[in-house]
């Protein structure tokens, strides 16, 4: 396992920003995926965005143009930049990494819009 630290949660109000941070306390390989799931009371955990390396990136269609997920050069640490937030992106926010046989979770962020 590949323990991870997230940071960056909050409330902010509706049409705000935030931005959330991930690392990694190990080195991580280049290959692998790291990325954003969250879940909302009551709801299953679903996928925000994920980024590959450092260029394929994949985002939830309910977030498309108004989050940005990026990583360092190092690999090691990603960012969600969350934009235009909307009440329904309420939810806990778990940064995940994967490669191959290893499927790492942090402890969660949460991320509050109000209306």
């Known amino acids: 396992q590949v323990p991870l630290v997230e940071s960056g949660g909050g409330l902010v109000q509706a049409g705000g920003s935030l931005k959330l941070t991930c690392s990694a306390s190990?080195?991580?390989?280049?290959?692998?995926?790291m990325g954003w799931y969250r879940q909302a009371p009551g709801k299953q955990r679903e996928l925000v965005a994920t980024?590959?390396?450092?260029?394929?990136?994949n985002y939830a269609d309910s977030v498309k143009g108004r989050f940005t997920i990026s990583r360092t050069s190092n690999w090691r640490t990603i960012f969600l930049q969350m934009n235009n937030l909307k009440p329904e992106d309420t939810a806990v926010y778990y940064c995940?990494?994967?490669?191959?046989?290893?499927?790492?979770w942090g402890q969660g962020t949460q991320v509050t819009v109000s209306s």
């Open positions: 995940n990494y994967r490669r191959l046989t290893v499927d790492s």
């Open positions: 980024v590959t390396g450092h260029t394929t990136k």
């Open positions: 190990e080195s991580v390989s280049s290959l692998s995926t």
